[in-house]
């Protein structure tokens, strides 16, 4: 059978390497796919801004899935429009992707149906934001309301930093210096202002048909640019599975108070959730998880470690939760850790550099894989194409021992510029 992969990135390429395991696939397609998915797949030159032309591809293919990695087609309506031609196809409705789409509507959405989150106010008037922040001080959380590829969010730890990002978000379509287009929804610029929350935070993602859960294996990734969780807020700058804060307690607690409550809620308000959904979770000194975001994907570098670890056949999954029997399932997982540290390009977060030629790539083998995300080839040669240019995910018998791996894969790899961290997982191994 033949699948298809919806995105570019990290996650796609992890997606694309699994499903090219799986027993009955014969072919995978990537669209557009990177430098390095073509290792495990064919690219298909459609933009992911073209859902008629990708819903014309998978028909004129016979493809049996499609797959969807990022946000911006799910919010765009790519799963509707392939149902409606009778297309099977893995991932939220437009309506039900509004749970990440929309950081307003998932705010309020939590609020009615109990969910615990941080206390938020939303904002489309610069002058009451601004009041607002001085009224309720720092440190403070500023979120612009629309897709921002995982980075329209500014954790303030002074007032000055607040107002600089409300004055960023509200009066223009850009993240300010970061030169990033923020996709508003209807109604125009909007920021959701909410209390900073105190703890760890671990990513907590599910598979669902609408009604049935299967959950993932625990991750967590390290968001600040440098070593020691500081500097600026990225896309994710490395991640490791699984995440030893999240007890058996906490996992129950997850399921019980955030997840199941969630899909209750989206079928009763007439959005049912199919796809991935991923709840960003702050977990406090007394182990009680609170809702930092919603996301309606896998996350990016999380999707790598994950699938590292996982050994179930991901097709059949998919085809599972695509059929509405995910009750049907039970995962089976690598019990070692899976750990991965990202390779970003000079000047990333603010100004990414693009072209610069990448070499001496470690081979891939059953412990350790590079996954490309920002990476293209030009006349043959691998260059770099964006902010994070590859993800280099490595299996241990322990955190240190996966971390020890993985940068080894890093250090061999060459292209001017590259940043990274030394300390990924630190947390875990601290625990």
Known sequence: MKVLVIGSGGREHALAWKLAQCDRVQRVFVAPGNGGTASDASLVTVALHTPEALADFAQAEK???????????????????????????????????????????????????????????????????????????????????????????????????????????????????????????????????????????????????????????????????????????????????????????????????????????????????????????MIDAQGQPRTVEFNCRLGDPEAQVILMRLKSDLFELLLHATDGTLDKVELQWDRRTALGVVMAAAGYPAAPRKGDAITALPAGHADLQVFHAGTTLQDGRLVTSGGRVLCVTALGESVKLAQQRALEGVRQVQFAGAQWRNDIGHRAIKH
Not at 234 to 252: D, E, I, L
Not at 258 to 263: C, K, V, Y
């Open 63 to 281: 493809v049996a899935l499609t797959v969807v990695g990022p946000e911006a087609p799910l919010a765009a309506g790519v799963v509707d429009l392939f149902r409606s031609r009778g297309l099977r196809i893995f991932g939220p409705t437009k309506a039900a992707a509004e749970l990440e789409s929309s950081k307003a509507y998932a705010k309020a959405f939590m609020q009615r149906h109990g969910i615990p989150t941080a206390r938020s106010a939303t904002f489309t008037d610069a002058t009451a934001a601004h009041a607002y922040l001085d009224e309720q001080g720092a440190p403070i959380v500023v979120k612009a309301d629309g897709l921002a590829a995982g980075k329209g969010v500014v954790v303030a730890m002074t007032l000055e930093e607040a107002h600089a990002a409300v004055s960023d978000m509200l009066p223009a379509n850009t993240l300010g210096e970061t030169g990033l287009e923020i996709r508003h929804n209807e109604g125009g610029a909007r920021v959701v202002i909410e209390e900073f929350m105190q703890g760890e935070e671990a990513s907590f993602i599910v598979l669902c048909d609408g009604a049935n859960v299967v959950t993932l294996a625990t991750s967590q990734d390290h968001k600040r640019i440098f070593e020691g969780d500081t500097g600026p807020n990225t896309g994710g700058m490395g991640a490791y599975s699984p995440a030893p804060v999240v007890t058996p307690n906490v996992h129950a607690k997850a399921m019980h108070e955030i997840i199941w409550p969630t899909i209750h809620g989206m079928a009763r308000e007439g959005r049912p959730f199919t796809g991935f959904l991923y709840a960003g979770l």
